[in-house]
């Protein structure tokens, strides 16, 4: 019985890639492949099964901010990337969310992209890029800067107007939904210890967009409304010199918040010139800042630079939460131009298509080098 459900389960997941995904799904090394690249998966494996983090991230608790303050100091300037632990997210939403997640990448292709496709539908489906326009299509780049990732976008301002037909994508719907009230209270709180530690209210009395003079976080600069959902399929490929998961770039959020597979390490970032990976551990989230809290602190946190290796053998499921600034807020800081998000996000869509790439943060600065 068991055997039978497996066997089921790899002859739909080929049928659940997107066609062009499908290609190098086979399960014989291919006779081209790195030998040390397959070493490296084995060494990741295996410090997965040890439960230890091998790679040094900066270790976060969401309920020692202030009294753990130079480490979250350190994380934020020197890193930009941290593990964040005692979240109060239940364990069994983030397993559900995973599992829920898994069943509806599992669907066939042609599912996924129909439902998604329906006019009136917010969540869109997509594949092969994860540079969207804001209604949702991909952004063509070309053959070469193709990623090896499907997924869905669900912007979280409209889950609770929005009933889909397909089962499997409603239950996701009121999970999220559940996950999203977790998620603004932890961003809100990651952002206004960031705020304080900046000590950005007193030097920006005429800014409201950081906190109004009651010491009320103000909603401006992380934003229920505009808020998204990102989750994402990464399927295997046997030839790993095929490209990434996703290439190396820099989120355009506040912050990023990403709950991934327990079993798949795969996400590198940067620090000092180095390649390092983050290895996957349960009930745990991982943060990164975003351009927009680069911009907001004037350049002293950093937006971190990551990617995401593909996988030989397995797939891998990854949700990721991204916060922004409201539609009007304005962000004001002696080294950029005032700009808001959607100018951000306008300058971004007009530099891949012109260009393939994203230019970013350089595009804002007072004194440009791009
Ligand atoms: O899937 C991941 O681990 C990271 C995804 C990511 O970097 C993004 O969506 O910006
Ligand atoms: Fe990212």
Same mark, same amino acid.
């Given at each position: 019985?068991?055997? @039978? ?32 690249? !397959? ?15 091998? /790679? ?44 829920? =997640?898994?069943?509806? %990448? ?12 329906? !006019? ?5 489906? %997509? ?10 299509? =991909? ?57 304080? &530690? ?6 920006? &009395? &005429? ?24 989750? @994402? ?7 790993? !010199? ?23 390490? =795969? ?14 551990? /349960? ?14 602190? &004037? ?29 009007? =807020? ?5 080294? @950029? ?19 393939? @790439? ?11 080098? %791009?």
């Amino acid at each position: 019985m068991l055997h @039978y459900s497996s066997n089921k389960r790899t002859m739909n997941n080929l049928e659940s890639y997107p066609p062009i995904l499908r290609h190098h799904h086979h399960h014989h090394q291919s006779p081209e492949s790195d030998p040390n690249e !397959s070493n490296n998966d084995l060494i990741d494996d295996v410090a997965q099964d040890s439960g230890l983090d091998p /790679s040094p991230v900066p270790v976060i608790d969401l309920e020692c901010l202030e009294q753990e303050k130079e480490g979250f100091e350190e994380a934020c300037k020197d890193w930009g990337l941290f593990r964040l632990v005692n979240h109060g997210i239940p364990l069994t939403l983030l397993k559900e969310l995973q599992e829920q =997640a898994k069943e509806l %990448f599992s669907m066939p292709y042609e599912t996924k992209h129909d439902t998604c496709n329906e !006019s009136a539908s917010p969540i869109t489906y %997509f594949w092969g890029t994860p540079a969207l326009t804001p209604t949702g299509t =991909a952004l063509n780049r070309g053959p070469k800067n193709f990623n090896w990732v499907e997924g869905f976008d669900v912007p979280l301002g409209q889950l609770s107007k929005f009933q889909p037909h397909l089962p499997t994508l409603d239950s996701i719907r009121l999970l999220l939904m559940e996950y999203e009230r977790h998620l603004s209270r932890i961003a809100t709180t990651i952002f206004k210890a960031m705020i304080k &530690n900046l000590d950005l209210n007193n030097n920006n &009395n &005429n800014n409201n967009n950081m906190m109004n003079h009651s010491e009320e976080c103000s909603p401006s600069y992380v934003s229920r409304e505009t808020g998204m959902v990102r989750m @994402y399929r990464y399927p295997p490929c046997t030839d790993t !010199s095929i490209g990434w998961g996703m290439e190396v770039h820099t989120d355009s959020s506040v912050l990023s918040i990403l709950n991934q597979d327990d079993h798949v390490s =795969a996400l590198q970032f940067l620090k000092d010139d180095q390649w390092l990976t983050v290895k996957p551990l /349960s009930n745990t989230l991982i943060v990164n800042l975003g351009d927009m809290m680069q911009a907001i602190s &004037n350049d002293r946190y950093k937006s971190v630079q990551h990617r995401v290796r593909v996988n030989k053998e397995r797939e891998r499921i990854s949700i990721c939460y991204f916060v922004f600034p409201a539609e009007d =807020a304005v962000i004001e800081s002696p080294n @950029y131009k005032p700009f808001t998000y959607n100018q951000f996000r306008e300058q971004v869509q007009q530099d891949i298509k012109a260009l393939g @790439y994203k230019v970013g943060l350089p595009r804002f600065k007072h004194s440009q080098h %791009f």
